[in-house]
């Protein structure tokens, strides 16, 4: 028989989709995720008051957020089973939650542990860093930059807004989506990188941002270089 092109041929028998569904259970293994709350009765931390969750997503971003935006603080909490943080900055009102996480089927159950307080923050904003070359309808002058932000709903004018085909993915589409929907507002912003190594010039066009969301944090970034090595810290 001539197969159309596009037409579904369903196999004779069951042995394809009994190796295929085992083939998924092995590759798919959900571990259970649980906040580990880190202070000294390992219990629950009660935060009444947000003005703002901010959620930076993205590899290799630890080390800049912990240095220019948290200023060594230690986090509240982090999941189990997950490469995701949480802050709080208390005179600020600011909950701040830091996902270098990969695995594409964490990611929604990720937004689930975060719902309680996507859905009380104040505003919600996320930050979530790629590479340059995933931005589709790049233009000459942008591809030359170290970091250039797109925003989807943003507050600050001098950030162009995403455009289709680009979309957000994660933990930052996740929350994004669930405010919409409830009606509640939120900004999400992607910075495109030239480089997976953050450092003083691909951080700048990051940290003017944040001051402009009003989120008090350093003016610069330094990339530390350890003497006598090729690490950077």
């Given at each position: ?20 569904d085992e083939n998924e259970e092995d590759r798919v293994s959900l571990l259970p995720f649980e906040w580990e709350w880190l202070n000294e009765e390992n219990t629950v931390q009660k935060i009444d008051h947000i003005k703002m969750l901010l959620i930076f ?177």
């Amino acid at each position: 028989m001539n197969a159309e092109f596009g037409e579904i041929i369903e196999p004779s028998t069951r042995a394809f989709w009994d190796d295929y569904d085992e083939n998924e259970e092995d590759r798919v293994s959900l571990l259970p995720f649980e906040w580990e709350w880190l202070n000294e009765e390992n219990t629950v931390q009660k935060i009444d008051h947000i003005k703002m969750l901010l959620i930076f997503e993205g590899q290799g971003i630890s080390s800049f957020v912990g240095t220019a935006v948290l200023r060594g603080r230690a986090p509240i909490c982090r999941l189990s089973n997950g490469s995701v943080s949480v802050y709080y900055i208390a005179d600020q009102g600011l909950l701040v939650c830091l996902s270098e996480e990969k695995e594409l089927n964490n990611f929604a159950r990720i937004t689930e542990k975060l719902i309680s307080w996507i859905e009380s923050a104040g505003q919600v904003v996320t930050l979530s860093f790629q590479p340059s070359v995933m931005h589709k309808g790049t233009n000459a002058g942008e591809a030359d930059e170290a970091c250039f932000i797109r925003a989807i709903n943003g507050k600050v004018n001098s950030v162009p807004e995403l455009e289709a085909p680009n979309v957000i993915t994660g933990i930052s589409a996740g929350a994004f989506s669930y405010r919409k929907f409830r009606n509640q507002e939120a900004s999400a912003y992607v910075c495109y990188l030239d480089s997976s190594v953050l450092d003083s010039v691909s951080t700048k066009p990051v940290l003017r941002l944040l001051r402009s969301l009003s989120v008090d944090c350093d003016l610069s970034y330094q990339l530390k270089f350890v003497d006598g090595s090729n690490l950077y810290l």
